[in-house]
């Protein structure tokens, strides 16, 4: 079932549950996903676009949450954990920090890679690889303890 199809199904669901963070969220997604379907490319959503873009719609709503958080604006921090909670809810589970930490050493074994000037080559594997299933900053953070 598609992203599109889902989301549509949890509209309805959200909207007879009167679920307004979950309206909220999934509103937000079914937005962007228009947005893409409609900026003028003719490209298809696929499934490794539709991961880019809810980690993309976390990624706004973590930015947004720390912002409001550093000036005491726990109203509005409030609302961004809850559509952060929502949209997290379509992304694969995310792999917790040691089994990231093992992937990343096996890659950089296989790449050969010794020091920081080899981190652009492990960053590339590794994005690549645990697409969907890790945060970037979090993947970046191991690989520099692995290589520093």
Known sequence: MSLETKIMQDLKEAMRNKDQAGLRGIRAIKAAILL????????????AGEIK??????????????IYQKQ??????KVEEEE????????PKQLDPAELEGIIKELIA?????????????????????AG?????TI???VKGLLS
């Open 53 to 66: 873009l809810l980690q993309k719609l976390v990624k706004q709503r973590k930015d947004s949450l720390d």
């Open 36 to 47: 893409v379907k409609t900026d003028g490319t003719g490209k298809e959503l696929d499934e």
């Open 110 to 130: 296989e790449l050969g890679a010794s020091s920081m000037k080899d981190m652009g080559r492990v960053m590339g594997a590794a994005s690549q690889k645990l």
């Open 84 to 91: 952060i909670a929502v949209i997290e809810r379509y992304l």
């Open 133 to 137: 299933k890790a945060d970037g900053k």
């Open 140 to 142: 970046s953070g191991i």
């Open 72 to 77: 005491g604006r726990e109203d509005l921090a």
